[in-house]
């Protein structure tokens, strides 16, 4: 493992345009639950006895925002109620020393930025948990923990229209500006791609990885299990992003910073 980490690391070091991936492994060290993981669910399925996909769904927002909000509700409080890891705090810091260090976070509980990711150099795919809006009149509502004692769905103080996450729910599009930065980076090319704690099975999560692979750029992944990115990668670190990333930062010197 530690050779494997020293490898990982001297890419790095080498490398300006790096991109570093991050999924639900990450959070999960926080001690956050995938939204698959959300207390209450059998197999699954909700109490009312539908697919999480469905309840967490951007219909359902519409249709019975009660329901929908229920379970955005859950992911809210164990948001709120965790905080940025080691790890969080490992790629702020990797950042901080490689200017051209870009995160793809497929997460919405905002620890990134927490951690101090600049956020000019973080693309949130999947969108964010706060600050909520109005979805009649575009209204800001920075108050997600106070909505959350509240009886839900959470109203406008302005319109008392239904108030919403800036998240990405199921059946909804990914935002195009976050698309748009990611595509951007990807044609000026990356150095390494570095896939920390997602199952990868989205084509934005993959094709950085095999682009890179197939110019000749370096990547590897951060995971305690194999996943489909495991057999295409140059290393595959088994581990927790928690233990894993701060001691692959130990091993980057500072040099460039200041390229
Ligand atoms: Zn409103």
Redesign the pocket.
Known sequence: MEQAIIRVAQAIERAERILIITGAGLSADSGLPTYRGLGGLYNGRTAEGLPIETALSGPMLRRDPALCWKYLAELGKACLGARPNAAHFAIAELQRRKPGCWVLTQNIDGYHRAAGSPPQRLIEIHGELAPLY?Q??G?EDPQLAEHLSRPLPPK?R??G?ILRPPVVLFEEMLPEQAIDSLYAELRKGLAVVLSVGTSASFPYIVEPVLRTRQAGGFTAEINPTRTDLSDVVDVHLAGRALDVLPELVRHISGHGICK
Do not use: K, L
Request: with cysteine; charged share 0%.
């Open positions: 109005c009649s009149c209204a406008c302005q319109c229209g």
